[in-house]
């Protein structure tokens, strides 16, 4: 068979997957609106897993969006979260001939004159592309990151399998309007299938973390890189989960590395990577020993106004000291809006969870008893619990990766069983925090990146 009927075979069987995923999503939708599963009657894993399914028909972006409802806490419940985060988001690997012609369609015909040498066989395989290993003609190891074709069509009809099921999820159970979280949602997974802004984004963190040497960024290769190809610097490294049973102290110092890689960039840029997954890390090791960690990916980053910072901060200290009007002035910072004192006092649930280990001024874990896969749950549960009789409330759109970010950020120090004084590294990172300071730095760093201020 010709390579051109092969590549049409391929997207013809695109295509039909996509519409069998969404005739199958559509009738599991019918099932959850017949058994009011999302209000909480005649709820049962067995509708979960048929869920799962009908998503799993397809490995591609649909993943990514699953996976990711799956950690944010509630959005969905428990049992269809715990069925979504079993799935797989590794797509079937593009084979040699058709890298050959992606990477020639995104640098010419004469790409590989441009390298010294171009593994065609991916080093990793993911949603929307898959990454391979090179060398540049200094030497410089390289990875490639090459973007699956038709993905933006791909993306499209994936957020709209999105949208059915959060529109059944209103109906059913209105005690959190997630309108705003969609439309978050969608907005994420479409930026990150532009590999020129994600290369800003890299640009930005290498920045932010100039003077953080404890966490890596890979330097951005512009002559090789273009809206859907991405080449970096290759970062060695082991896999995180490699450590869970090394030394407490290096588990502590990967632990802290991983807190200033996170909470660095927002309390002093406003910036998140809102996308903590395990796999977007690896340890870097010096004399044998593990240092630090090299950030990998950067699709999924959040730039927030100052304001959003402020808020964090002040949500903190009103918590601290027990400043209940400094608290409600952080909810209505963040775009909270009608919010009666019941409705404080359930989100103030949530808050003392979140901010818990940042408060107590000791050496702790993050949670005690609790698997990273749980970390959250309960509370959430609790939350929704009051909000379907004292809500319902939307939640503001910029509050959903910081939610997501932190949670999976929790999970990893419950990996790692690390023991830190988080209060005294949270109070490192505000020490003489102020908006026009946040923003000032914020400015000078987007301009350095070519990135536009937040709307």
């Known amino acids: 068979m010709p390579p051109s009927d092969r590549e049409a075979n391929r997207f013809s069987a695109r295509a039909a997957r996509y519409a069998r995923v969404g005739a199958n999503v559509g009738g599991v939708a019918a099932r959850i609106a017949g058994s009011r599963l999302f209000g909480g009657e005649g709820r049962d894993a067995s509708n979960a897993l048929a869920l799962a399914q009908a998503l799993g028909g397809l490995k591609g972006p649909i993943m990514k969006v699953a996976q990711l409802l799956a950690t944010i806490p509630d959005v969905l419940p428990p049992e269809y979260a715990a069925e979504l985060q079993k799935l797989q988001s590794e797509a079937p690997p593009m084979g040699a001939a058709f890298v050959k012609r992606r990477m020639q369609a995104e640098l010419g015909p004469q790409w590989q004159e441009r390298f010294a040498s171009f593994d065609l066989k991916p080093a990793a395989a993911a949603s929307l592309g898959q990454v391979h290993r090179a060398t540049a003609k200094d030497g410089t190891p390289l990875a490639c990151k090459l973007q699956y074709p038709d993905m933006q069509s791909a993306v499209e009809a994936d957020l ?10 209103r109906r059913m159970d209105p005690a959190i309007d997630t309108r705003e979280i969609a439309k978050e949602i969608g907005e994420r997974v479409r930026e990150e299938l532009d590999y020129e802004r994600e290369a800003k984004h890299v640009r930005l963190y290498a920045e932010i973390l100039a003077d953080v040497p404890e966490v890596r960024v890979p330097e951005v290769f512009a002559g090789l890189s273009t809206r859907r190809l991405l080449t970096l610097r290759w970062l060695e490294g082991e896999k995180i989960l490699s450590f869970v049973d090394a030394s407490q102290a290096v588990r502590n110092r990967l632990a802290a590395a991983m807190f200033r890689a996170w909470w660095h960039p927002f309390s002093h840029y406003a ?8 796999g977007n890390y690896t340890v870097f090791s010096e004399a044998g020993e593990a240092q630090g960690i090299n950030l990998l990916d950067y699709g999924c980053i959040r730039i927030f106004p100052a304001r959003f910072v402020g808020g964090v901060v002040d949500l903190y200290r009103g918590l601290m000291h027990g400043d209940r009007d400094r608290i409600v002035h952080a909810y209505e910072t963040w775009g909270f809006k009608r919010l009666s004192s019941e409705l404080i006092d359930v989100l103030n649930i949530w808050a003392r969870f979140i901010y818990g280990p940042l408060l107590e001024d000791r050496v702790r874990t993050i949670a005690e008893g609790v698997s990273p896969a749980e970390y959250g749950r309960k509370q959430a549960f609790q939350v929704h619990r009051a909000l379907k009789e004292k809500g319902p409330v939307t939640v503001p759109r910029e509050f959903v990766f910081m939610d997501r970010a932190a949670i999976g950020l929790g999970g990893v120090f419950l990996h790692l069983k690390a023991a830190l004084n988080f209060h005294r590294l949270f109070e490192a990172e505000i020490e003489r925090f102020s908006l026009e300071a946040v923003a000032q730095r914020q400015a000078t760093a987007l301009k350095t990146a070519r990135l536009a201020p937040p709307g």
């Open 160 to 169: 709209r399998q999105l949208e059915l099921v959060f529109a059944i999820h």
């Open 271 to 278: 910036v998140i990577h809102g996308d903590p997954h395990l």
